[in-house]
Every structure is written in C-alpha cells, then in structure tokens.
C-alpha cells in the first residue's frame, strides 16, 4: 500500500478533528463568557458601569485560555499522527489551528446575541443591551497557531533523531567502527 494516500487520509482525519475541536470549543466559548450589558436610561442614552468595562476583555481572555489549551492539544496529536510527514507537519498544525480559532470565533459569534447596533436601535427605554460575543484583540486568533506549532518544533528538536548522520571527519567515522567491532556489532 501506498504511503502517500495514508498520510492524506491523516492529514485530513487531523483536520478534521481541528475543525470539530474549534466548533466545540466556540460552544464553550459562548457558555462560560460573562457578557456585560449596556442600561438605557429614560431618554434612551446607554451606559455601562466600570466593573462591566471590566468584562468586555474577558471574551478575548477565554478565547485566548481555550487556544492555549486546544492548540497545544493539536500540536501534540499532530506530532505523534503525522511525524513521518516531515516539515509539512508545521503547516498541517498551523492550518488546523487557525481553522479551529477561526472555527471557534464563528460559533461563538453565531449563537451569541448577534450584531451590537441593531439590537441597541431596537431595545427600550430602561432595559440593557449585552455586548456582540466577539474578540476584540484580532491578534488572539495568532495564539492558536503558535501555540499549536510550539509542541512539533520543541519534540522535532529536543526529541531523539530517528537518522543518526554520518560523521564529516574520517577518523571520527574510524572511531566509530572500531567502537562498533569492539562492541560485537552496533553501538
């Protein structure tokens, strides 16, 4: 059998699983974020407090939290599946993680309580507005790929080398064979 149709099969299984990782996590997402809300007082003016000022980053803190936790996760499962790929492995991880956080913005928008400025049109005189469910540091969506990618570089590098190179030097390659007579075989 072939090598090249399992490994695609992998790379797609992989993403897959990214995709379904960041569609869960957009739930998550939408489930834990505290979303603060504007008041309107009797002539229509919205106003939101300090503390609730407070809130409007803890969106982009946990979706910062769940692309620590779920890049890492596809940084280590794409090692350990996809190793024998060689440096394309980076760039499978590194889609399936900017997928996954995109993925996850997406739901997280979808089932929150949707555009800001229509609803706040539409609300009356003495209820309150929440906020869209959205990151508002775009940078965030980076934390996913890199944290994603820290996983594949530190074991590709740290990690034991399957191909033990040839030694550049004669009398080290010398050295080694009489290491490996006087051994009885390979060191």
Known sequence: MSESPRFGRHVAGFLALAAALGAAAGVLWWLI????????DSEGRASVTERQLTQFFAGDAWFCLLGVL???????IG???LRELGWPLVIVVVLGAIGAGLLCWFVG???GP???VPRLADAQPGGSVPIALTI???ASLLLWPLCAVTPVLL???LGKDTEEPTPLLPWR???RKSAEVSAGGKV
């Open 136 to 138: 508002r540091a775009k």
């Open 155 to 157: 074991a590709s590098s």
């Open 33 to 40: 974020v505290p979303l603060p809300a504007y008041q309107l």
């Open 70 to 76: 779920i890049g890492v996760g596809l940084g280590i």
């Open 109 to 111: 928008y979808k089932l």
């Open 114 to 116: 949707g555009e800001f």
């Open 173 to 175: 390659r010398r050295n």
């Open 79 to 81: 090692y350990r599946l």
